[in-house]
């Protein structure tokens, strides 16, 4: 159960999910009560594995967003940096000349 993969832990669900339905199945074909089959303990070790599957899918669903939206504030980042460095270049290639000028009354 130790897997991390997504696909494995929900095939590991749908099995759990077919373990629980065939011995509640068992359990009412035996005739017993709702009060009996919720004390089941095999039925309450499955119960656990499932919740745990599904918080195991949960987490693993939750991390993967995690990484996707650190990917896209990165990915932003790095655009709007970029946008800086075009206009500092355009500034400084527009400013240049002007220093030139001013470097040339002075040497006058």
């Avoid at 030139?100 to 006058?108: A, V």
């Amino acid at each position: 159960m130790g897997s991390q993969d997504k696909e494995t832990r929900q095939l590991q669900e749908e099995q759990i999910a077919a373990q629980i339905e065939k011995r509640t199945t068992l359990l009412t074909s035996q005739e017993k009560t709702g009060d009996e089959i919720t004390k089941d303990p095999q039925l309450k070790k499955l119960r656990g594995d499932l919740r745990r599957t599904r918080a195991a899918i949960a987490s693993i669903e939750k991390r993967t967003k995690t990484v996707e939206d650190a990917r896209q504030q990165k990915i932003a980042k790095d655009e709007k940096r970029a946008a800086a460095r075009t206009k500092k270049k355009k500034n400084k290639d527009e400013g240049a000349p002007a220093v030139t000028k001013k470097k040339k009354k002075k040497e006058k």
